[in-house]
């Protein structure tokens, strides 16, 4: 999040510093997973639109940053296989079918969620799973999550106005005075945009009076790399929170757990086991594949669920960027921007659901 931000201001020509206490991609974004995983298309509303917005802009934000820097994302618009176990899922699938039809159009690109009786693809998804048949949707995409970070770190490397630093931890935020404590040293700045994973909400809380609660928490997840056989245009496949999603040179990501508690926040264990037997029970094709990396992280869930952007009521030089929760990386770039502008009072080029807003999380505690 603190990344697109700083392309934003770059982009506007605002002088701008992003401290990072450790080392950039050391929080939730250095994962495993990248899955960019569409809203259903039924019940249409603000969110789903910013949201369907945001994932079609992403590829050629992706594309034009890669063009400038050499490096690639990973990012692939692969689609999505959803197996339907039992024939009242196939009904609603239809009915989402004709929703796509209608929400899922971009100017001349349509997007569709296709029901299939049999995967698009040969030797990838057990079919036994989907008695009554597949969703098959074209509108879901994946991005490896560090490669990403690059392509963003890179394209900011060069640039005039926006300076990085990692190592520099911050203490504490005095919004009225402008000032930021770190470790490094005292930062003055003119506007602050906090985009600090799930940590932003205890520096929120503190500046926000007559609270009953937390504005967020982090909630773990666990996920693992394997090595296999796979062609990376393969679709991601999701099925009750599993994810396993294909990525180049063979590597195809398994996620992820949701756990509310836990005693070690980057640990694996079990849980992610099972995760595995999953995914080797729903993609046979993994069954050998070795497993060449572990990882954990906290995403950060702000209290209402939604992402949390925007000017705190009470203190508006400081701008709120996180609650991304499970889809921060199709939307952090549309976030990132809506956060600058609001912090240099330049108009937003499109509209923010209301519920975002750091002022409606508050408004809920
Ligand atoms: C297992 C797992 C799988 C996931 N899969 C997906 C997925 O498929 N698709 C998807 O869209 N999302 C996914 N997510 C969620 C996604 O990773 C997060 O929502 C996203 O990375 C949050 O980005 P962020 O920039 O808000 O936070 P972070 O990436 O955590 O970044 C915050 C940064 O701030 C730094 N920081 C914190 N406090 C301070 C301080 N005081 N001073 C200076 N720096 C500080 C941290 O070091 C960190 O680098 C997944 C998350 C997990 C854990």
Not at 257 to 270: A, C, H, K, Q, Y
Request: aromatic content about 6%; some cysteine.
């Amino acid at each position: 999040m603190g990344l697109w931000a700083a392309v934003h201001a770059e982009r506007l020509g605002i002088r701008t510093l992003l401290v990072e206490g450790g080392r950039f991609g050391q929080g939730a974004s250095g994962g495993l997973l990248g899955a960019l995983m569409p809203h259903m298309p039924d019940k249409w509303s603000d969110k789903k639109q910013f949201q369907f917005d945001a994932l079609v802009a992403l590829e050629e934000e992706i594309a034009v940053m890669e063009a400038e820097t050499g490096l690639s994302a990973g990012y692939r618009r692969a689609g999505r296989l959803i197996p339907l176990p039992k024939p009242h899922l196939r009904q609603i699938a239809l009915g989402h079918s004709q929703d796509a039809e209608v929400h899922w159009r971009h100017r001349d690109r349509q997007f569709h969620w296709h029901v299939l009786d049999a995967a698009p693809v040969e030797g990838w998804i057990e079919p036994s799973l989907a008695e009554s048949g597949f969703v098959h949707d074209t509108l879901a995409a994946r991005v490896a999550p560090r490669a990403l970070l690059e392509v963003l770190c890179r394209s900011l490397a060069g640039a005039g106005d926006v300076r990085l630093a990692e190592g520099v931890a911050v203490g504490s935020i005095d919004p009225d005075k402008g000032l930021a404590r770190t470790n490094q040293g005292d930062i003055r700045f003119g506007h602050c945009i906090l985009a600090a994973g799930y940590r932003s909400f205890p520096i929120l809380d503190a500046l926000t009076d007559n609270r009953k609660a937390s504005l967020g928490q982090p909630v773990k997840g666990q996920a693992a790399m394997l090595k296999a056989d796979i062609d990376g245009g393969m679709p991601v496949i999701f099925r009750d929170g599993l994810y396993i999603v294909p990525h180049e040179n063979g590597l195809v990501a398994v996620g992820s757990t949701s756990e509310n508690r836990f005693d070690d926040p980057l640990s694996t264990d079990g849980q992610l086991d099972d995760l595995l037997d999953a995914a080797r029970a729903m993609a046979p094709v993994l069954a050998g594949a070795e497993v060449v990396e572990r990882w954990a992280g906290l995403r950060p869930k702000a209290v209402d669920r939604d992402p949390m952007v925007g000017a705190h009521p009470d203190h508006p030089s400081l701008i709120a960027l996180t609650g991304g929760f499970k889809v921060s990386f199709g939307l952090a770039h549309r976030l990132a921007e809506a956060a600058v502008r609001e912090a240099v009072g330049v108009p937003g080029r499109f509209d923010l659901p209301q519920s975002f807003t750091l002022a409606s999380h508050i408004s809920v505690i």
